[in-house]
């Protein structure tokens, strides 16, 4: 009578497992897809940031440029893109001839790298500390520089709600920022 009952229950028993393991496919499945998600927030937190740094250089390049080193103009640029960040961050401009015109208080800008051919190079340093960015115009002169710190870019990228334990990774080549 046991024997019975133990296969009549069987297929029942078969099927809580199989629909156990399934639940849990799918709870991972929505934990891939909502990480992935954040993950992609993040990113765009990250290079809204960048863009709005490189809108403001951009606009104000050639103006700064024809004006003389510290004027207003320049003065007022840096202070636009202090206000137009939500991560603070320093900054640089230069002149139409290469050289540094103005820069942040307390910032000076490493050497220029080379253009490339390419209007925009981002970098994170060495020591994984700043993530840093170069501007050029169309014929490979610097417009601006800039840098961020990465706990500023922890803060910007921390989503409220979420385990600030997890860790985002920026990698560039063997070089590693741990947000």
């Given at each position: 009578m046991l024997l019975i009952l133990s296969l009549g229950l069987l297929p029942l028993g078969l099927i809580a497992v199989l629909a156990s393991v399934q639940s849990s496919r799918e709870n991972s499945e929505r934990r891939v897809e909502r990480t992935l998600t954040r993950l992609d927030l993040k990113a765009q937190l990250i290079n809204g940031l960048l863009a709005r740094s490189a809108s403001t250089i951009r606009a104000a390049s050639a103006a700064v440029s024809l004006t003389p080193p510290e004027s207003e103009a320049c003065v007022t640029t840096l202070q636009r893109l202090a206000r137009a960040q939500t991560t603070p961050g320093k900054f640089?401009?230069?002149?139409?001839?290469?050289?540094?015109?103005?820069?942040?208080?307390?910032?000076?800008?490493?050497?220029?790298?080379?253009?490339?051919?390419?209007?925009?190079?981002?970098?994170?340093?060495?020591?994984?500390?700043?993530?840093?960015?170069?501007?050029?115009?169309?014929?490979?002169?610097?417009?601006?520089?800039?840098?961020?710190?990465?706990?500023?870019?922890?803060?910007?990228?921390?989503?409220?709600?979420?385990?600030?334990?997890?860790?985002?990774?920026?990698?560039?080549?063997?070089?590693?920022?741990?947000?």
């Open positions: 640089a401009l230069f002149a139409s001839d290469g050289n540094l015109h103005c820069a942040t208080p307390g910032f000076a800008p490493p050497p220029i790298p080379e253009a490339r051919g390419r209007r925009s190079i981002i970098q994170i340093t060495p020591d994984g500390e700043l993530l840093r960015f170069a501007l050029f115009d169309d014929d490979g002169a610097i417009e601006g520089m800039g840098e961020f710190a990465r706990p500023a870019l922890a803060e910007l990228t921390f989503l409220p709600g979420t385990d600030p334990n997890f860790d985002l990774e920026l990698l560039q080549g063997d070089r590693r920022m741990v947000l």
